[in-house]
């Protein structure tokens, strides 16, 4: 097996990014069994530190919603990851639900900053990804 991520831009300006990842992908598949394309978790516009430490601080104002610009490159990556064959691990849901990305889920802080999970989390959502991981 062979596990391919990466981290591509905001809106349409993705595509070129989520198209050299997905050749690099494609490009494996003769020297693997199988190959699956993770996403990451979704970018932030703020610092979730600054808005946990922030006066009055509460679940709505350390919540983010899912532009469509930030689920843009997601779902292209989903689309193109299809039509090649591809596993795709879709780790927004993990993160998301109805298009609100909290800060903090079940206790814990999910993002270090605005593009990476903290350990915790990524401990907290291990079994997920090993399962979506099987499942692919």
């Not at 509460?58 to 090649?84: F, I, N, P």
């Not at 993160?95 to 903290?118: A, E, N, Q």
Request: glycine fraction near 8%; charged fraction near 20%; charge should be positive.
């Amino acid at each position: 097996m062979t596990l391919v991520s990466g981290e591509w831009g905001i809106g349409p300006s993705a595509r070129a990014d989520v198209d050299r990842l997905v050749e690099f992908a494609t490009a494996m598949k003769p020297y693997s069994r199988s190959v699956i394309v993770s996403d990451g978790p979704p970018r932030l516009t703020q610092e979730p530190v600054d808005c946990l430490r922030a006066q009055g601080a509460t679940m709505k104002t350390c919540t983010e919603r899912l532009s469509a610009d930030l689920a843009w490159g997601h779902k292209y990556a989903l689309t193109v990851t299809q039509k090649r064959r591809l596993g795709f691990i879709d780790m927004q849901g993990w993160f998301c639900y109805h298009s609100l990305c909290p800060y903090v889920v079940d206790g814990i802080v999910t993002h270090r900053d605005t593009g990476h999970m903290t350990r915790t989390y990524g401990l907290r959502i291990a079994t997920q990804f090993r399962d979506s991981f099987a499942e692919n």
